[in-house]
């Protein structure tokens, strides 16, 4: 199956329910979990995270509570890898060799930084080789020439952005992303996946077979957002709980259809070659 990889922000719509969205994605299917750390000046996030963020920050989470977040994700039985989404300044604040350190104690797998150019990152990607943290590199469709470079340092998947701007749902596609895409596998040693603006089921089904994986962000987090009083409730959270879900499983049915039509001919091969006493 290729990576779907689903986007929450850490304590949105509070930390309980925060911990209930990730091992409710682990089910539906998520093969990785990006966990984004509010903060009042988000450059890359659009309207939607934005609110997540101040829903998440009003209620006391920071880079710390949400590092402390994953390991109580990992106690609750999460087993996916968990990228930290976090931008710079938090972990400048905090310490990067602190910043490590907790995620590491506390089960991370991956570090994205969207805010620090890939020039001024060298630093960070040599903590965590120090902390066996794999530092996630970000490649623009604007990365030109700088895509061979992005690509020779990359760590566990090399993160595409769709297309310019910030996050967000988007009705369409760049109609040059398939190409850029392309370009990027051409050079990556490392799986591909690309995110920012993919928010449908259609696209989904577009992009899987161009890349290695796909992350979806603002889509599930509007999700959230229609259902925080409900996941708020305790009484009507597992309902919730299940219409999210239900909600999930319809944007990333594309690539289970994909898995089962696979599964489907390796069990025609397995049986023809039973039945024939051939193999191929």
Known sequence: MKHFIPFIVAGDPCEEVTIDLAIALEQTGATMLELGVPYSDPLADGPIIQRAASRALKNGMTL???L????????????????????YN?????????????????????????????????HMRTLGETYDIPYISLVAPTSDERIAMIASKAQSFLYCVSSLGVTGVRDS???KLHEFLQQVKSYSRV???????????EQ????????????IGSAIVQKIEQLQDELNDVHTRQEALRVF?????SLIEPLKMRVRKNES???????KTVSTGQTD
């Open 245 to 249: 879900s239900q909600y999930v499983a």
């Open 173 to 175: 596609l760049p109609t």
């Open 204 to 215: 989904v089904e577009r992009l899987q077979h161009v890349c290695d994986g796909i992350v």
């Open 90 to 122: 938090p972990v400048l604040q905090l310490g990067e060799e602190r910043f490590f350190a907790l995620a590491q104690q506390n089960g991370a797998s991956g570090v994205l930084i969207p805010d620090l150019p890939f020039e001024e990152s060298e």
């Open 64 to 66: 710390t509570k949400a």
């Open 191 to 201: 799986p591909v996946v690309v995110g920012f603006g993919i928010s449908t089921a």
């Open 68 to 87: 402390t977040l994953i390991g109580q994700m990992r106690k609750k039985g999460v087993k996916i890898p968990i990228i930290v989404f976090t931008y």
């Open 265 to 271: 001919e390796t069990t025609t091969k397995t049986t």
